[in-house]
């Protein structure tokens, strides 16, 4: 059994930063990805950013956080982190980890972010 927990959300003020972090546990033999995607009130998930376990894997982004977030991958610690800057307001939903672990995609419970003055 794995199990993906986040960690790092909270209420920031537009303009600012947070770091979530996402740590898999339990029989991990290989990660191959580790993504985000988050999910607003009233909308479908949506894909935010993910990086490839591999040593010329590039990071992949939505076009609406490049250039403001940046995803790493922690493989040792089998966790994973999303540094977000210059927040905005429609950056407000929850933040779900995602990780192809052993063949099988993993979410987490999801963390919430709020960007509001």
């Known amino acids: 059994q794995v199990q993906l927990v986040e960690s790092g959300g909270g209420l920031v003020k537009p303009g600012g930063s947070l770091r979530l972090s996402c740590a898999a546990s339990?029989?991990?033999?290989?990660?191959?990805?580790m993504a985000w995607y988050r999910q607003a009130p009233g909308k479908e998930r949506e894909f935010v950013a993910r990086?490839?376990?591999?040593?010329?894997?590039?990071?992949l982004y939505a076009d609406s956080v490049k250039d403001r977030f940046t995803i790493s991958g922690d493989n040792a610690k089998n966790t994973v982190y999303l540094q977000m800057n210059s927040l905005k307001p429609e950056d407000t939903a929850v933040y779900y980890c995602?990780?192809?672990?052993?063949?099988?995609?993993?979410w987490g419970q999801g963390t919430q972010v709020t960007v509001s003055s």
């Open positions: 995602n990780m192809l672990i052993n063949g099988d995609f993993t």
């Open positions: 339990g029989s991990i033999f290989k990660i191959n990805t």
């Open positions: 990086v490839t376990i591999t040593p010329f894997g590039r990071p």
